[in-house]
């Protein structure tokens, strides 16, 4: 998996960079290109849209103000912005906190949904269709994933359980939860492999 | 090849789903394999490729003007040179200054010249507020950096007690409460270091203190220590010569250290006895 220099992500970071420099327009061409995806991903954990629109702005802040300390203008900005809205939208619910229908707004409920993101002159017609194709192979990725799996990956990744809590909710024992976790990541990576590079 | 329990955690790592000590043992190994660095980017990016499966839900269209407007208020860490630059090139140019055909000694400036002296003045407030700023960022650098240095060399001090065919571990448990700890004894260095978590904050003017202790004997010092805001603390010391630890303590103590503990341990844990 390698990082490429197509134009989309030569414009993400070229906005970065403007970012950096202190052009709050940037920010919002930025929003312009990923707060759908923010904003979908923090109301899929924290429920609320007031709360997923608290969530989102926050971590937009956070790429305000920590963008030139945070090495993601040489790396892959979808995935730095979507870590900060996981991690403020967890640390919003609590992150130990037990909500068993986080998981319910997941894939499972989203494959053929079309993605809600504006266009501009960074996220081009073809950026976008490649977004969608990319977003429909991860939801089938996940939903050809043996239902145990895909439960334990969605628990640790839109509940934030640790493998012991994952353990107690599925009354299994720990053992079996980190062998799952590893089982279903392993096929996910497999099968997503060829995307990985558009996706960076 | 990475241990099959190593990718395991890997795993884990990167969905966050690993215990808080769990989580530093990983990180000191990650620490110190390309190998495992590697495997951990790679999953990050599977991982960051999750948060497509969402249902996609449009944002509340004011959100972006929130954003952009909240952004106006705040600077960002690096500074803004070329806004900076910009506001700072002189708007008006500062022309000699007309003086009244008047007979007085004392001559006054007219109102073009009154203008002129004020906008001098708030340029000069403003560069001083730019470079105090900038002072202020500078020093805040300085400080990070230190702080880096430091937190590095704890953790090669943390390292070098791990590393080494003789080292054995003891995990310490609280009676009450959620705190515990990992402890390490490098008998071949004859060091001993400690990762603690979920420490409670201590009292002003006191600290958490580690401690040694043999068999039958009494409890030996190993050196003090302070969290972190999250409880977090760690500490890699020297152990006394002749020393057989056999458990490993923690206690609230006042700063600087005891003699011997004064508090009751918040955490403790025996090492595995030696076959002889």
């Known amino acids: 998996m390698t990082t490429t220099t197509d134009s989309p992500h030569s414009a993400e970071r070229a906005l970065l960079a403007r970012i950096i420099a202190g052009d709050e327009r940037a920010l919002g061409e930025l929003f312009d290109c990923h707060g759908g995806l923010a904003f979908s991903l923090a109301s899929a954990i924290v429920s609320d849209p007031s709360d997923a629109e608290d969530v989102v702005a926050d971590a937009f802040a956070q790429v305000w103000r920590s963008a030139a300390t945070s090495g993601a203008v040489r790396g892959n900005v979808r995935a730095w912005l979507t870590a900060i809205v996981r991690s403020r939208s967890l640390d919003f619910i609590g992150s130990r906190r037990r909500r068993p229908r986080a998981f319910d707004r997941a894939v499972t409920l989203s494959v053929g949904a079309e993605t809600p993101v504006a266009s501009n002159s960074v996220t081009s017609a073809g950026h976008l269709i490649e977004l969608s194709e990319t977003r429909t192979a991860v939801c089938h990725s996940l939903a050809s994933l043996p239902h145990i799996q895909r439960t334990v990956l969605e628990l640790a990744y839109f509940d934030g359980l640790s493998r012991t809590e994952i353990a107690d909710r599925l009354l299994e024992t720990s053992g079996t939860v980190r062998t799952r976790l590893r089982a279903g990541m392993e096929k996910l990576r497999q099968r997503l492999r060829p995307l990985a590079d558009s996706f960076s | ?276």
Do not use: C, H
Not at chain 2, 189 to 198: E, M, Q, T, W
Not at chain 2, 225 to 237: K, L, M, P, Q, Y
């Open chain 2, 1 to 276: 090849m990475i241990p099959r329990d190593r990718t395991e955690d890997a795993t884990a790592y990167v969905l966050g789903a690993l215990e808080e000590q769990e989580r530093l043992a990983f990180e000191l190994a990650l620490n110190d394999s390309a190998e495992l660095q590697r495997e951990v980017a790679e999953l990050r990016e599977v991982a960051g490729m999750l948060a497509l499966a969402v249902r996609p839900v449009a944002p509340p269209p004011t959100l972006r003007e929130r954003i952009v407007s909240d952004a106006r208020a705040v600077r960002p860490i690096a500074p803004r040179l070329a806004d900076a630059q910009r506001r700072e090139s002189p708007a008006t140019s500062l022309r000699p200054v007309p003086m009244r055909a008047s007979p007085s000694r004392w001559r006054f400036p007219d109102g073009f010249a009154w203008s002129a002296l004020a906008a001098s003045l708030i340029l000069a407030a403003v560069m001083q507020n730019r470079y105090r700023e900038r002072a202020s960022a500078a020093t805040a650098l300085s400080r990070a950096n230190s702080a880096l240095r430091t937190d590095l060399a704890s953790r090669d001090s943390l390292l070098g007690v791990l590393i080494g065919p003789d080292v054995e571990s003891a995990r310490l448990t609280a009676a009450v409460g959620s705190a515990s700890g990992l402890m390490f004894w490098n008998r071949t260095a004859a060091r001993v270091a400690l990762v603690a978590s979920n420490l409670p904050a201590v009292q002003k003017g006191r600290t958490w203190q580690l401690w040694g202790i043999a068999a039958g004997r009494p409890p030996v010092s190993l050196g003090t220590f302070n969290t972190s805001a999250s409880g977090e603390g760690r500490i890699a010391a020297a152990v006394p010569p002749g020393l057989r630890i056999a458990i490993g303590a923690v206690t609230q103590e006042p700063a600087g250290g005891s003699p011997q503990p004064t508090t009751t341990p918040i955490v403790s844990g025996a090492f595995a006895e030696r076959p002889r």
